[in-house]
Every structure is written in C-alpha cells, then in structure tokens.
C-alpha cells in the first residue's frame, strides 16, 4: 500500500510533535532532578521547592502558567 503526500506530511508532523514531547519530557526530568538535591535529609518537598519546580518549567516553556 502506497502512502500518499499527505500521511507522510502527517507522519511527519506526528514524528516532529513526539520528538519535541520527548525533549521537553527529559527537561521536566532534568528540572526535577536538579530540584531534588534541595531537599532537606528528612525528604519532605516543600511548598517552596515545589514552586522552584513549576516556575522553572514555565520559564523553560514546558508548561503553561495557567495549567
């Protein structure tokens, strides 16, 4: 079966949107690593820590500011 000009534009887009998911997905990781070394001994997230966490990843464009 032949694919026509438009399922390899659509494969195309679909391969590019999961592309750039996956990246911002290994951001999301790198934020929360790099934030979880402020973690106190007793492992308790704090409120604050938590807001580090979110605005960081709206500033890196990882998610919207009113999701």
Known sequence: MKHT???SL???TLKEHL???NVNQ???LE???LDSSKLC???K???EATMSVLNRMVD???MREDE
Do not use: H, M, N, Y
């Open 10 to 12: 659509e494969a195309s």
């Open 41 to 43: 001994q007793s492992t």
């Open 60 to 62: 890196a464009g990882l």
């Open 19 to 21: 592309t750039q998911s």
């Open 5 to 7: 000009g438009k399922d």
């Open 45 to 47: 997230f704090s409120v």
């Open 31 to 33: 934020i929360l690593e």
């Open 26 to 28: 290994q951001r999301a």
